[in-house]
């Protein structure tokens, strides 16, 4: 009979509610979630600004085991997907098994177990640690000179202020991604003024959304087969014109992308001279493709404005530019995006020997699958190194992830070994294998990305959606170090 071994989630998004569940249902009970936040859902707890919502449709971005008939969108609103995270948790018993403004700062591997240390001194020992830390958590700030001089209100699109009011105010928003444009179209009707600090153009690739009426949801209610259609349906047509094509530059489905994106652009920009300071340099898609509507009608409003010249430092009454016009505001918005490589950093993270991750790492992180590293025993990372964050539907991933780990466990709780982590010669070779892949992919056309590593490589999956599924389906048992119990 397998001994019962206690288990650490470090996390409570998506991904690490996810794996709460999982464990219940291979019938683990010993484990807590440890969450550094004082509330649980990740990105759509710490993401509240106007027009958050998510470029996946919500019925693709649901749990397999927990579809939701109440979506009222296509492509839902952030609260509720938050919303969903809660009462889903709720429902699968793993709400009250997370422990909340825990922030684990240290987790060392000592005598066969994960000793591991909150920021508030909390200590806990564990047979295995899952980390579902997140990507698109640490804001980036970025480093422009006299920010702090700045007399109005700045703050990250991630740290959003309901203090403060923006009606009637001079707005800038610092960015260019698919945050900075579901604020731009939120929230240009309030604004007296709207100032878009520009660096890179984006290409804009329609999405309309639609709601779901009331027949609709009740026919979800009903008929679980109504739900199950379209998510298939959903999850075909995604994979098809979207995941799969961009790994393949060539592709007739970056084609067709790239023909909507221009499409759109020529479509909807009226002014020939705004549309050409619209129009990206680059290929759609090399960057993270935005997916929305209505952004290129905000942005020829008469109270909007596209900067495009570099910003040189704050001022008290607003931002100068390197053309030496002061851009005067009252409040910034810096939708500049996240640390997306730090994965489980700043935590001080020791393996096997006094290995650190710093060690292991150095500039590039790198794992096996996604999943496991060399010398770091028990431990696996939920969304880890290029994972298909760049084209897949997260939960799908964390879902694939989640059972891969629970089968390395599996191996340890049955006695067939105490320790389970990845070779080094197997971790090498995949990441070989993922370097050689990405040369044929969208995200090497020449554009500047934050999936791209320290060496210039995607962090992200280089192949097809059925191949991810194939790879998560089984593990190869020789790539892994397996030590037995002594």
């Known amino acids: 009979m397998n001994r019962e071994h206690r288990v650490v989630v470090i996390g409570a998004g998506m991904s690490g509610l996810l794996a709460g569940i999982r464990l219940r249902d291979v019938g683990i009970e010993d484990f807590t979630i440890y969450e550094k936040a004082d509330d649980i859902g990740g990105t759509w707890r710490d993401n509240t600004y106007p027009g958050l919502a998510c470029d996946v449709p919500s019925h693709v971005y649901s749990y397999s085991f927990a579809p939701n008939p109440e979506w009222s969108q296509r492509f839902s609103p952030g609260p509720e997907i938050h919303a969903y995270l809660e009462q889903t948790a709720k429902k699968f018993g793993v709400y009250d098994r997370v422990q909340l403004g825990k922030d684990v700062t240290r987790c060392e591997w000592a005598d066969g177990q994960w000793h591991l240390e909150t920021a508030d001194g909390t200590t806990d020992r564990a047979d295995f640690v899952i980390c579902a830390t997140g990507v698109l958590v640490k804001p980036r700030i970025p480093e422009i000179p006299g920010l702090d001089d700045f007399q109005g209100d700045v703050f990250h699109s991630a740290r959003w202020d309901h203090d403060v009011s923006l009606a009637g105010k001079r707005v800038g928003v610092v960015g260019t991604g698919s945050t900075a444009v579901q ?60 995941s799969d094509a961009l790994t393949d530059e060539s592709s007739a489905g970056v084609k067709m992308i790239e023909d909507r994106c221009r499409e759109h652009l020529e479509g909807k920009v009226l002014d020939p001279v705004l549309r050409e300071r619209l129009r990206p340099d680059y290929r759609a898609a090399c960057k993270r493709l935005v997916v929305a509507d209505g952004f290129y009608e905000a942005m020829q409003q008469p109270n909007a404005s596209l900067v495009t010249d570099a910003i040189d430092r704050f001022e008290p009454h607003g931002v100068r530019t390197r053309d030496g016009k002061l851009h005067e505001l009252d409040v910034v918005v810096l939708a500049t995006g996240f640390h997306a490589h730090d994965f489980m950093r700043p935590m001080n993270l020791t393996g096997r020997n006094g290995r650190t991750l710093d060690d292991a790492w150095g500039d590039t992180p790198r794992a096996y699958r996604s999943i496991s590293m060399p010398d770091f025993p028990n431990f696996f990372m939920i969304v880890g190194p290029h994972s298909p964050i760049g084209n897949f539907s997260l939960i799908e991933i964390s879902e694939l992830q989640v059972d891969f780990a629970l089968q390395l466990m599996e191996r340890v709780r049955s006695g067939a070994c105490s320790e389970i982590c990845a070779t080094a010669a197997a971790t090498t070779g995949f990441n070989q294998s993922i370097q050689e892949a990405m040369k044929d992919t969208i995200w090497v056309t020449g554009c500047q990305s934050w999936y791209l590593d320290a060496n210039g490589v995607p962090a992200t999956w280089p192949w097809s959606v059925q191949r991810f599924r194939d790879t998560m389906a089984t593990p190869i048992w020789g790539d892994f170090e397996q030590v037995s119990a002594t």
């Open 183 to 242: 604020i731009v179209t939120a929230v240009i009707e309030e604004v007296s003024e709207l100032s878009l600090f520009q660096r890179t153009a984006q290409w804009i690739m329609p999405g309309a959304n639609q709601d779901y009426s009331e027949a609709e949801r009740e026919s979800f209610r009903t008929d679980a087969d109504a739900i199950t259609a379209l998510r298939v349906e959903l999850d075909r047509s995604f994979t098809m014109q979207f």
